[in-house]
């Protein structure tokens, strides 16, 4: 068998599931799905499978993986893992949202405006505060909780007739210390560069000529929920501040089974097969679906050592189904990041011809 990994604009993006590869002894290929050469390259050998992983950075480069995916999974019919569907919906709040609707599938509001005076006809009757998002932003980057219809005018007068709006410049000041990248930097000048590099890059992507406003939900956590082939992992993002995405704060508990219901229900829906979900858990709506994200972060566990999803009492594990019926099996089922439960369920799909 001879997979292919498709990565993007980052060098390092294939390192996952190379690791994954040589662990199961699988022939692999890393090709750079943003070079020019990228078809020629592609068909220079006879690939089983394609492993994917999406670009959720920079608006350009998102665009491009996602035209170039769909001509390899929808002309040149490849088999790929993740699906296509799950790669466009990645780091695409505006696709999410007409997505979540069109599949009646329970949501906080969410409303798009491309025009700068149906935004105002908007601020002027809505109730305050109401979410901004810009369109691709990972880790509550992007996401601005305006209090004031003063402030929410000023935000769409710097999207329609400004400079854009602008995601934050620099690594996640909730997530990290301060004193650790700077550590980081003084080992390696090369992260260093790389790092201000991606920075520069983010901070110069505006989002101009549209907003996105949604629903602001009341919350004090949000569940992370996962699904990857059949195994299920949920764990709480505890807000700070204001949000709740791009929190370090993080509380595992035994997930309720109607969370692991409605999980399991989306994803089957949609034939989802690596999707996160992030759900609120409202008093009078019941689970709402915030952001649905194909490639999703690991929390480091100091206790354990490794980057896991679930605990119950205390210990690291999945759920699975069986006969309708929920069973936790005790593991370690998030190694390498996830990437090898990803190989072990693409490879399980691509021999039942699943994919």
Known sequence: MLVGILRNEDPRSSVNW???????????????????????????DRYDLLLLRPSGSISRYKSLYDERIYIISNVLNYKIF?????????????LISYFLKAKDIPHPKTYVF?????????L?????????????????????????KGKAYRYIKKAFKGVGIRRRFGP????????????????????????????????????????????YIAHSF?????????????????????????SKYTEFVNPPKPLLEFVKYICEMNKFQSMAIDIFEG????????????????????KYGTFHRLEVNGIPGRYINKDG??????????????????LETAIDLYEKSKL
């Open 82 to 94: 993740p699906s296509y569907q799950e790669c466009i919906l990645y780091e695409n709040k505006k």
């Open 18 to 44: 190379e690791i994954a590869c040589k662990k199961n002894s699988i022939n692999y290929r890393v090709i750079n799905l943003t070079s020019s050469m990228w078809i020629e390259e592609l068909l220079s």
């Open 114 to 122: 491309y025009t700068y005076d149906e935004a105002r006809q908007f």
């Open 222 to 246: 949000e569940w992370r929920a996962t699904k990857i082939g059949e195994s299920y992992f949920a764990f709480k993002k505890i807000k700070y501040k204001d949000k709740a995405s791009g």
């Open 283 to 302: 008093k009078n709506s019941g689970y709402l679906v915030n952001e649905l994200q194909t490639i999703f972060g690991h929390i480091p566990d100091k």
């Open 172 to 215: 996640n000041r909730v997530i990290g210390k301060p004193s650790r990248w700077l550590a980081k930097a003084l080992k390696s000048p090369y992260y260093l560069k790389n790092k201000l590099i991606e920075y520069i890059d983010r901070h110069k992507d505006s989002q101009y000529g549209y907003v996105i406003f949604q629903e």
């Open 124 to 148: 002027e009757k809505t109730n305050y505060p109401i979410v901004a998002k810009t369109n691709i932003g990972a880790a509550g980057s992007g996401v601005k909780i305006i209090k004031e």
């Open 325 to 342: 019926k929920w069973i936790f099996e005790e593991g370690d089922f998030n190694t390498n990041q996830s990437y090898d439960l990803r």
